[in-house]
T-cell receptor, first 114, second 112 residues
């Protein structure tokens, strides 16, 4: 079956612009996670959805970052007023449920803010 | 708070050499421990995991044992291959929701 997909694979934007990053999880997976990976670092947790609701958004760095999952499947990460420091690879992962089972990662979206 | 510390890379080995990548953690409660691998140009993949103390995870010749007394989860392989060249991430999951906390990654380069 299909794995986790993310679009776009690359996004270049200018400082101050708004961007949306999309994640399609594995069908049937109720848990969805967003992480951010800066160059040379491990992924950092941003937000976790169980179904449609954000069960843990403690990793969002500030109120410019927001994510939704309105129908419990596809999720969109939204970044307002982008800053150069937002440049990173944004990873999405899904798992069967919100326990400590394996998370399956997508290929990521590389965001570059000029 | 919870954290993971890995040995710094890059690590360069000759083919068939023995590999150890050290990983230690700090966590409240009883975390699950993972090793993820990122091959060049590919996404993160789960390599192995252990969910309780003294468990040994193993896959593709790699092994790691969950040591609660030393809060460690070192990755080992007896004989590395060129195809093992990748970045390896140690991670833990604790509490509800299963969010992962990663170490900074260790790049492994295996030369023929």
């Amino acid at each position: 079956g299909a794995g986790v997909s993310q679009t776009p694979s690359n996004k270049v934007t200018e400082k101050g612009k708004y961007v949306e990053l999309r994640c399609d999880p594995i069908s049937g997976h109720t848990a969805l996670y967003w992480y951010r990976q800066s160059l040379g670092q491990g992924p950092e947790f941003l937000i976790y959805f169980q179904g449609t609701g954000a069960a843990d958004d403690s990793g969002l760095p500030n109120d410019r970052f927001f994510a939704v999952r309105p129908e419990g499947s596809v999720s969109t990460l939204k970044i307002q007023r982008t800053e150069r420091g937002d440049s990173a690879v944004y990873l999405c992962a899904s798992s069967v449920d919100g326990t400590r089972r394996e998370q399956f990662f997508g290929p990521g979206t590389r965001l570059t803010v000029l | 708070g919870n954290s993971v510390t890995q040995m710094e890379g890059p690590v360069t080995l000759s083919e068939e050499a023995f590999l150890t990548i050290n990983c230690t953690y700090t966590a409240t409660g009883y975390p699950s421990l993972f090793w993820y691998v990122q091959y060049p140009g590919e996404g993160l993949q789960l390599l192995l995991k252990a969910t309780k103390a003294d468990d040994k995870g193993s896959n593709k010749g790699f092994e790691a044992t969950y040591r609660k007394e030393t809060t460690s989860f070192h990755l080992e392989k007896g004989s590395v291959q060129v195809s093992d060249s990748a970045v390896y991430f140690c991670a833990l999951s604790s509490g509800q929701g299963g969010k992962l906390i990663f170490g900074q990654g260790t790049e492994l380069s295996v030369k023929p």
